[in-house]
């Protein structure tokens, strides 16, 4: 079968090619890619080539397909897999898959290893260390965008389990934040922000207290229209935003919001930033857990940790990077529940043809998730800008309306309108 694709040649060299898949063997599975997440670590790869610890040294000859935060349907299933899957069954990956006998060994991964599958194209061939490592994951939710944001979200929900507590006199780690405690999320409303609100309103562990800040007024508005304090009232969290940009609203105040002025328990930073860092180690409270989510880009990165604290107040701090199979498997469910709505993070939307130019300027282009749909041909657009963009565009336009339908946010409605109305991919590269 012929697929179209986004493959690594090289450094910055990513090509939108045409290409014929083998035929699949009886370990193997063929599937369709309906949309894609471009995440920053496509960039990475992009940006690194062979360099890259997960590319291949001989790329060039056998270039991969890019993209790792897919979501699909499975079009033919190998006899070994007969029993467990099946064609038609909707589907989301885990990339993170410890195959040991791929490409680069336990670092292989789609989206960057592999010569067949990834998320950037029309149709890919699922190798069997997938299934072996049980990464090829069901999934029934209402629409593929949120199969695709699965792993992303399980990020966050990795990072909810990763916290750990103890008790005094035993060396015992109670995994997990503390249910019925006060959390604060600091720099809590970009895209993996708005994930964590709603997983810290929707999840089975949740906190009593939900603080999060911000130091823009216009985003900390944005998500209590999303997120408001009456649904998290309803789900038992007090929901409190602050803008510590105020006069006022710095470490001493946000601790007064906590029982008796004593802290956080749980505190996680979403942004690279070193007084966020250290503000947050100022509220934690006796045995507080400072998670340090948000990954940075200079190694020799570094912040001011109260060590008196850690001796003699138990605190600590975990950083997370990534979630493991079972963080996404409570993700998928949750989203097929309609406890989950990852819809906050897309800020973009595109088609295959879109994905080159915006994987090698991922950095440049604000906002949240950029989201692809690999059967269509789109360039690149903000969901901000459709009702502008509408006046020479009527797919746009339509569009603008169903997300302004939505409080401004991306939906099944828009997907399905979408697939069902935009040009297909092959009739503009024809």
Known sequence: MKTLAVRLHGMKDLRLEAFELPPIQEGEILAKIVSD???MSSYKAAKQGPQHKRVPDDVAENPIIIGHEFCGEIVEVGAKWADKFKAGDKFSIQPA???????????????YSYQHIGGDAQYIVIPEAVMINNCLLPFDGEAFYQGSLAEPVSCIVGGFHANYHTTPGSYVHDMGIVEGGAMALLAGVGPMGLG??????????????????????ARLERAASIYTVEEAKANGVELIYVNTAEEGKGVDYLKSLTPNGEGFNDVFVYAPVRPV??????????????????????????AEFNFYNVHYAATHVVGTSGGNTDDMIESLKMMEEGKLHPS????????????????LNLPNIP????????????????????AELGGDNPIHAELATIVAKHNGLWSAEAEAFLLENAPSIESTLE
Do not use: W
């Open 37 to 39: 997440s471009i995440c």
């Open 97 to 111: 898959m410890n195959d040991e006998s791929g490409p680069v060994g336990i670092l292989s991964a789609p989206g």
């Open 196 to 217: 964590a609100i709603d997983y810290a309103i929707h999840c089975d562990r949740k906190p009593s207290l939900l603080v999060v800040t911000d130091i823009d007024t």
């Open 277 to 302: 860092i250290e503000q947050a180690d100022k509220l934690l409270a006796f045995d507080g857990c400072l998670n340090f989510f948000a990954g940075p880009t200079d190694p020799a990165f570094a």
């Open 344 to 359: 906050t993070m897309i800020t973009h939307v595109g088609g295959l043809d879109a994905v080159i130019e915006t994987t």
């Open 367 to 386: 906002g949240g998730k950029k989201l692809v749909y690999t059967g269509i041909s789109m360039p690149l657009v903000a969901l901000d800008d459709l």
